[in-house]
């Protein structure tokens, strides 16, 4: 306090200001630092409730592609169908089999935006291809066929891979009229 009554008025005043600035900055600067605090937690939550609805969004989405294989692959026309191309002799009936499994799986490709492409192969390895706007190629082909999917008829989803960013649904498609539940392909 001495030190304070020997300083000239100029001195003190130029003590005084440079004390308020110095408490006005760090008033200013703990209030920025609040504000930047609670804008980020806020644009955090904002993005995590946006990430969580969009995840959502994609879950309902594969649930769907799930039940759309299901609901195809179970058709009885479409099995006996299956049957008769994997199974006769006949060059017209095995055509025919043939043409109308092409209708199913464009049918089953066009039912969704972003179903790329279907593939329905029978046991001996032969496959019909529906393709939409993307050509699978052989070593993805290889991949999702030679893949261990659960023979129980459950959809199996196979991940992206090597720059392909497309999700894969496979499942063993079943008898399902005899109640057999015999593995007659894949889907």
Do not use: H
């Not at 440079?18 to 200013?28: R, W, Y």
């Not at 920025?32 to 993005?47: G, H, P, Q």
Request: aromatic share 10%; with cysteine.
């Amino acid at each position: 306090m001495k030190y304070m009554r020997s300083m000239s008025l100029k001195n003190k005043i130029t003590l005084t200001v440079f004390t308020l600035l110095l408490g006005i900055f760090l008033i200013c600067s703990l209030a920025l630092n609040t504000a930047f605090k609670l804008y980020n937690r806020t644009i955090y939550e904002s993005k995590a409730g946006e990430i969580g609805a969009n995840m959502q969004r994609i879950e309902e989405e594969f649930r769907t592609v799930e039940a759309l294989s299901e609901e195809y692959m179970t058709q009885q026309s479409m099995q006996k169908n299956l049957e008769i191309w994997s199974n006769t002799n006949d060059r017209y009936e095995r055509s025919t089999a043939e043409g109308e499994l092409n209708e199913y799986l464009m049918n089953l490709a066009t039912r969704k935006r972003y179903i790329k492409g279907v593939i329905l192969e029978n046991e001996s390895g032969k496959a019909i291809k529906w393709e939409r706007d993307y050509i699978i190629p052989q070593r993805e082909y290889d991949r999702l066929f030679n893949t261990n999917i659960p023979d129980n008829g459950s959809n199996y989803w196979i991940e992206p891979e090597d720059g392909n960013d497309l999700f894969t649904s496979v499942r063993a498609v079943r008898r399902v009229g005899d109640r057999s539940f015999e593995t007659i392909g894949k889907l």
